[in-house]
């Protein structure tokens, strides 16, 4: 979940999924028109109109019909009596003419099945783009991860060995799993519409619930006598506690919300069978948008994440 706040955090600051609607539309335009394109009158008030104060003004989605609308202005100009085709050869990009050119010997000449094929073009390219933006949140949500596993010390191995010979350290981390699935009926994915304000105050309350239920029974940090390896052998299994701490991060907090709330379902389920010596159990149950909800990509996991 820390990760999760810290890659909204990073999302909101650099206007990400609006530089990432801009490159997906720079892909299927090119450049040029994709610049006519946000400079055109309709497209501006848009974006105005979805961060008012904001500089760079970059919408983070737009319909479908929004896109034809205005790809069609841009290529028929006013007082133009140019037929489809002979605006559709006027394009300069070769990509995107030889795009619209076939969507209109699909259209079989018909003006309203030509638009409709250029919206379901646009639907398709964004549903893709999901999934890239999905890959690089991933790749940032790792890179996150790690470099959280390194300050905080949250080595997965380390913790796995303290969990192996402290039963009264696990019958801590299982009151506190319960406690906090108890206490929260899900955990939500990164969610990439935030503002700057909202996501920093998911940061904060993450950093407390953390402090909380996981820093201090563990004792991470490397304030603790023995955190620091001294030898090389040492530091090399260091690093790869922590590269296991960034590889789950990526799996994401609904996952591991949803994989403790089963273990806590299984743990009550057996009897009442206890996690060290003796700890307590409990029975738990269980569009023609460009939405490019990060939702189904939010990797963080309850140790660092």
């Known amino acids: 979940m820390l990760t999760s706040a810290v890659v909204e955090v990073y999302h909101a600051f650099f206007a990400s999924r609006g530089k990432h609607l801009r490159e997906?539309?720079?892909?299927?335009?090119?450049?040029?028109?994709?610049?006519k394109f946000y400079a055109h009158s309709y497209f501006r008030q848009l974006s105005s109109a979805t961060k008012?104060?904001?500089?760079?003004?970059?919408?983070?989605?737009?319909?479908?019909?929004?896109?034809?609308?205005?790809?069609?202005?841009?290529?028929?100009?006013?007082?133009?009596?140019?037929?489809?085709?002979?605006?559709?050869?006027?394009?300069?990009?070769?990509?995107?003419?030889?795009?619209l050119d076939f969507l209109w010997r699909q259209s079989n000449n018909r003006m309203d099945v030509f638009q409709q094929k250029v919206e379901d073009w646009f639907d398709d390219v964004m549903a893709r783009a999901k999934d890239w933006f999905g890959d690089a949140t991933k790749y940032r949500?790792?890179?996150?991860?790690?470099?959280?596993?390194?300050?905080?010390?949250?080595?997965?191995?380390?913790?796995?060995?303290?969990?192996?010979?402290?039963?009264?350290?696990?019958?801590?981390?299982?009151?506190?799993a319960e406690t906090f699935v108890e206490s929260?009926?899900?955990?939500?994915?990164?969610?990439?519409s935030k503002s700057f304000e909202q996501a920093k105050q998911s940061l904060t309350i993450s950093k407390d619930l953390y402090v909380q239920t996981v820093q201090s029974p563990l004792g991470l940090g490397w304030t603790d006598q023995g955190a620091m390896p001294t030898d090389w052998w040492g530091w090399l299994i260091k690093l790869a506690g922590w590269a296991l701490t960034g590889v789950a991060v990526t799996l994401g907090a609904p996952f591991w919300?949803?994989?403790?709330?089963?273990?806590?379902?299984?743990?009550?389920?057996?009897?009442?069978?206890?996690?060290?010596?003796?700890?307590?159990?409990?029975?738990?149950?269980?569009?023609?948008?460009?939405?490019?909800?990060?939702?189904?990509?939010?990797?963080t996991t309850p140790a660092a994440g």
């Open 24 to 35: 997906t539309l720079e892909i299927m335009l090119g450049k040029d028109m994709c610049d």
């Open 52 to 99: 008012p104060k904001s500089s760079k003004k970059l919408p983070i989605w737009m319909e479908k019909s929004t896109f034809s609308t205005v790809l069609a202005d841009i290529l028929n100009p006013p007082n133009s009596n140019l037929s489809i085709p002979e605006r559709i050869a006027l394009v300069e990009n070769e990509d995107l003419r030889k795009v």
């Open 141 to 176: 949500l790792f890179v996150i991860g790690l470099v959280l596993a390194g300050i905080l010390n949250a080595d997965t191995i380390q913790i796995y060995k303290s969990l192996s010979v402290n039963a009264a350290l696990r019958d801590e981390l299982v009151k506190n």
């Open 184 to 192: 929260n009926a899900g955990v939500a994915a990164i969610d990439t």
């Open 257 to 299: 919300y949803d994989m403790l709330r089963k273990l806590l379902s299984l743990k009550g389920s057996a009897g009442g069978g206890s996690s060290g010596s003796g700890g307590r159990s409990r029975n738990t149950d269980d569009t023609s948008a460009f939405e490019m909800k990060a939702a189904e990509t939010d990797p």
